[in-house]
C-alpha cells in the first residue's frame, strides 16, 4: 500500500493531539513530524521527505500563509484553521482541502482520501511505459512517446506525427490514447491528440507545433489551456 509521509503543524496542543489521533486510524497515513510553528517545519522539509503537511493559519513566528509563500515547491497541503476569512489564500496558494476546527473526522478522511487519490494517480502517470509498438502496413514499429508531436485519427487509422516519421497505423483514436502517459498527451479536437510538451503556440482555436497548425475543439479548449499554464 501506498503510504503518505505526513506532518502536523500547530501551536495548538490539543489540535496536535486530535490530528495525530486521526492519522493513527489510518493505515495510508504516516506521520513522521509533529511541528509547533512553521519554522521547525521548514527544518523537517530540508532534513527529510514529506508528502503530506497538515498547516495551522496562525502560528508565532510565522504564519502558515506566509510560508506556503516563501517556499517554491511544497509537499501537499491541507489547511487546518479556526479562520475561515484565510479559505480563499490557502486556494490560492493550491493547497488540497480547508478544514475548519474543531474537524470531524468524517471532514478529515474526506479531505485525505482526496489527497490519496490524486498521489495514486500520479504514480499511475510516472508508471506507464515510455514507448509502445505500432503494426504499420509491413512491420511492427517502435514508437517512444517523447518523440511524438501529435496523433491525427482518420476513422479506423492513426497517424502518428514525430520529428523525423510519420507512422500510419490500424488504430482507432481512442483505443490509441489508452496507450499514451495522461500527464504528457491532451485531446484537442475529435481528431486530434498532442505531446503538450512539444507545443509551442495556442492563438484563438488555433494550436501551433512547430510549423504545424492543428484545430482546437471548443469542447477542449479549457483543458489544454490548463494544462500549458501549469507547464
Do not use: W
Not at 475529435?190 to 475543439?217: A, C, H, R, W
Amino acid at each position: 500500500m501506498l503510504k503518505l509521509r505526513c506532518v502536523i503543524t500547530d501551536d495548538e496542543p490539543m489540535a496536535r493531539k486530535g490530528l495525530q489521533g486521526y492519522i493513527e486510524k489510518l493505515g495510508f497515513l504516516e506521520l513522521v513530524a509533529v511541528c509547533q510553528d512553521a519554522v521547525q517545519l521548514g527544518n523537517v522539509l530540508k532534513e527529510q521527505a514529506v508528502d503530506l503537511i497538515f498547516l495551522d493559519i496562525e502560528m508565532p513566528y510565522l504564519s502558515g500563509v506566509d510560508f506556503l509563500s516563501g517556499i517554491a515547491h511544497p509537499p501537499k497541503v491541507i489547511i487546518v484553521s479556526a479562520y475561515e476569512q484565510y479559505a480563499l489564500k490557502g486556494y490560492e496558494l493550491d493547497v488540497a482541502d480547508y478544514l475548519l476546527k474543531p474537524v470531524s473526522f468524517e471532514r478529515f478522511l474526506k479531505a485525505v482520501n482526496k489527497v490519496y487519490d490524486q498521489f495514486e494517480k500520479e504514480n499511475r502517470d510516472q508508471a506507464q511505459p515510455g514507448s509502445t509498438f505500432v503494426k504499420t502496413s509491413q512491420k511492427y514499429e517502435k514508437v517512444n512517446f517523447e518523440d511524438i508531436l501529435f496523433i491525427e485519427g482518420m476513422e479506423n487509422y492513426i497517424s502518428i506525427q514525430t520529428a523525423d516519421n510519420k507512422f500510419i497505423a490500424h488504430y482507432k483514436l481512442s483505443a490509441f490514447i489508452e496507450k499514451l502517459p495522461p500527464r504528457n498527451f491532451v485531446q484537442i479536437h475529435k481528431s486530434f491528440v498532442v505531446n503538450i510538451d512539444k507545443v509551442t503556440s495556442l492563438e484563438g482555436n488555433q494550436l501551433g507545433i512547430g510549423s504545424y497548425k492543428l484545430p482546437v475543439s471548443r469542447n477542449y479548449s479549457a483543458q489544454i489551456r490548463e494544462m500549458l499554464l501549469k507547464q
